[in-house]
């Protein structure tokens, strides 16, 4: 399966992190098939002076998005990210991070897009196309 990823960090040594980020994705998930630019952003959501860092990539893999999402997780708290995004009254409350990985999309071996609607995760990922740092990269690799 080919899925998409977005990873952003905003606060530490951002590019280094992302760098290390995509070394453990190789590492215990799959290749990494292609890879953006660096692109810069303010954060999104959320008022802060830390400007993020945002890259996407595509990587193979035969996990479940399930099983990809716990994977990214473990590397964003390998990474010292110690909480998610919070949701109050139904919103979502962002903050500073040190990193940031997002499932965006996933495809089959066919090359249908995946659609996944469960408490922990939805394919393709619902806000995307709203989030410049997201879209710019991955049109620049899809």
Same mark, same amino acid.
Request: aromatic share 8%; hydrophobic share 30%; glycine share 4%.
């Given at each position: 399966?080919?899925? /998409?990823?977005?990873?952003?960090?905003?606060?530490?040594?951002?590019?280094?992190?992302?760098?290390?980020?995509?070394?453990?994705?190789?590492?215990?998930?799959?290749?990494?098939?292609?890879?953006?630019?660096?692109? /810069?952003? #303010?954060?999104?959501?959320?008022?802060?002076?830390?400007?993020?860092?945002? @890259?996407?990539?595509?990587?193979?893999?035969?996990?479940?998005?399930? =099983? @990809?999402?716990?994977?990214?997780?473990?590397?964003?708290? #390998? @990474?010292?990210?110690?909480?998610?995004?919070?949701?109050? =009254?139904?919103?979502?409350? /962002?903050?500073?991070?040190?990193? =940031?990985?997002?499932?965006?999309? #996933?495809? =089959?071996?066919?090359?249908?897009?995946?659609?996944?609607?469960?408490?922990?995760?939805?394919?393709?990922?619902?806000?995307?196309?709203?989030?410049?740092?997201?879209?710019?990269?991955?049109?620049?690799?899809?």
């Amino acid at each position: 399966m080919r899925y /998409y990823l977005s990873l952003g960090s905003n606060i530490g040594e951002r590019e280094q992190t992302l760098r290390t980020a995509l070394h453990q994705i190789e590492q215990l998930i799959g290749p990494v098939r292609r890879c953006s630019s660096l692109f /810069y952003s #303010a954060p999104w959501g959320f008022e802060s002076e830390h400007e993020f860092c945002n @890259l996407c990539c595509s990587v193979e893999t035969d996990m479940t998005p399930l =099983d @990809l999402l716990a994977t990214t997780q473990s590397i964003e708290h #390998a @990474l010292g990210r110690t909480h998610k995004s919070q949701i109050t =009254d139904n919103k979502p409350v /962002y903050s500073d991070r040190t990193i =940031d990985i997002d499932i965006i999309q #996933a495809f =089959d071996p066919q090359g249908q897009e995946i659609i996944c609607s469960t408490p922990q995760l939805t394919l393709p990922h619902p806000l995307w196309q709203q989030r410049d740092f997201v879209r710019l990269p991955l049109e620049e690799i899809k």
